[in-house]
């Protein structure tokens, strides 16, 4: 978010590269600035904005350096770790593990990173979604929900820890009818929650557990489905249900809007609804178009694309908040598909893609942060990705990129940092399970490769560094970018 952490997570694979089979341009001059000896077998996980790292040995302890130093911060004791890896808090200056108990129940543990000491526990039921941090790192928080038996009532537990205050426990009733769909969400700054199920959405306050509003109460509904999404400020909140979306002032439990489909209101199981990065606009899916509001005041502003006999659709912003890349499926005997790039506060500007890229869902697609470029990689055609100017809709460049085989069916062996643009220089970081890359973003130019002595790598020191990691080398070695003259 961001408030979005940027941290990546070392998976020790081994890798092996045979010739160079691909034209190699002049390189960008690195300079090895640091080698941090580790032991073999450790896996690692990086804070990139603070150049920290927690490293977790093989009898499961974990230590935590400061890479500009090479320096440890603290040296967390041996702990039975869960399958997921420890998390660093937005600030870097926390982190969280999941252990097992000695009763075999799974315990989220809290810890300050410059000393290692053990801010707060807690005890996870199966029902209980995973604790997270509010954006500014004050405030750690948990929702359990359990449902009595066949359905008859369902309870929402809240727990907090905060900084200044401590520990915090209450728990809410939910007046639901019978078969519902409890869920609890809490705001990004962490001072308000949003209890809803199937017939119900309460929002309340919570350190104090008060009602602030009760959003949507309707005993008819017996399956009904609400999803909220709070805007990243934590000012504005959606309550998106099956053929509406409403618009709600989340300090004060004001309605600000109601949002229908202008051309019909029907009720539609399509309805979905999201901010844009910039919190200003709203995006709504009635199933018949995509449409976009004004968050403030829940005023239309333009239809962004009709759909007529859909089958899919999907979108995404850029990170400087500028563009939507949308893409559509629709037909009913023969598909069409089509994606575009366009304005997102005008809708001037719509430019067409064509090619492979047009037939692609958006959900793995990278944005370069200016918003200017994305990388995509192709399920029409296996080992290929391709880098687009978003500016003028057309291909940089086209780049190998390898797939990993399960169960017979060809999937990208990607997630969104596993492509990479450098926030400064025309880079891009591509990294699959055998080895990694850097291209020149702007005409698909490979610049370097690290073999299978690497297991994994990220920018770091907003783009001026390179970090990389190797099973084979057992170190962590950081590289400086000294000059990138011909990018």
């Not at 575009?340 to 047009?358: M, P, Q, R």
């Not at 880079?427 to 370097?448: D, H, P, V």
Request: proline share 6%; net charge positive.
């Amino acid at each position: 978010m961001n408030k979005r952490i940027k941290s990546i997570t070392v998976f020790l694979l081994l890798g092996f590269f045979g010739a160079l089979a691909f034209p190699v341009g002049a390189q960008p001059k690195l300079t090895l600035e640091r080698t941090i000896p580790l032991e073999p077998h450790s896996s690692l996980v990086l804070h990139e904005q603070t150049n920290k790292a927690a490293l977790v040995l093989p009898d499961q302890s974990i230590k935590i350096l400061d890479l500009s130093s090479g320096k440890e911060l603290s040296h967390l004791p041996p702990q039975r770790l869960k399958d997921f890896p420890p998390n660093f808090s937005a600030d870097g200056e926390k982190l969280s593990t999941f252990i097992s108990s000695p009763a075999k129940q799974t315990q989220a543990v809290f810890w300050e990173v410059s000393s290692g000491k053990k801010l707060v526990e807690f005890s996870l039921s199966q029902s209980g979604g995973p604790p997270h941090w509010n954006d500014n790192c004050t405030r750690l928080l948990l929702a359990e929900i359990k449902v009595g038996v066949f359905y008859t009532k369902a309870t929402q537990t809240i727990k907090v820890w905060d900084a200044q205050t401590g520990y915090h426990e209450y728990t809410v009733e939910m007046p639901f009818r019978p078969k519902p769909n409890p869920d609890a969400l809490f705001s990004p700054d962490g001072e308000r929650v949003l209890l809803t199920d199937g017939s119900h959405a309460e929002l309340r306050e919570v350190i104090s557990g008060k009602s602030i509003a009760i959003l949507y109460e309707d005993k008819r509904w017996l399956n009904h489905t609400l999803v909220g999404k709070f805007s990243d400020d934590s000012k504005t909140l959606l309550v998106i249900e099956s053929w509406q979306t409403t618009i709600w002032d989340s300090r004060t439990g004001r309605k600000v809007a109601t949002l229908l489909s202008p051309d019909s209101g029907i009720r539609s199981t399509y309805a979905n609804g999201a901010f844009s990065l910039d919190d200003k606009f709203v995006i709504t899916d009635f199933g018949d178009g995509l449409y976009l509001w004004d968050a403030a005041t829940g005023k239309l502003q333009r239809t962004i694309q009709k759909i007529k006999d859909r089958i899919s659709v999907g979108y995404k912003f850029s990170p400087d908040h500028k563009r939507i890349f949308v893409h559509a499926t629709t037909g009913v005997l023969r598909w069409r598909a089509s994606a575009y790039i366009e304005d997102l506060a005008t809708g001037n500007n719509k430019v067409f893609l064509t090619g492979e890229v047009g037939k692609q869902s958006p959900n793995e697609l990278v944005w370069e942060p200016k918003g200017t470029a994305f990388v995509l990689p192709l399920k029409t055609k296996p080992q290929t990705a391709e880098i687009w100017s978003a500016d003028s809709a057309t291909l940089r460049a086209t780049i190998p990129f390898y797939y990993r085989q399960e169960r017979g069916i060809y999937e990208p062996s990607i997630h969104t940092d596993e492509f990479q643009f450098n926030p400064v220089h025309p880079l891009l970081l591509a990294q699959n399970e055998k080895y990694f890359r850097i291209w020149n973003s702007k005409n698909g130019t490979l610049y370097r490769l690290f073999g299978d002595a690497v297991t994994s790598a990220a920018w770091a020191n907003n783009g001026e560094k390179i970090i990389t990691f190797g099973r084979n080398q057992a170190a962590l070695q950081i590289w400086r970018i000294d000059s990138c003259t011909d990018c």
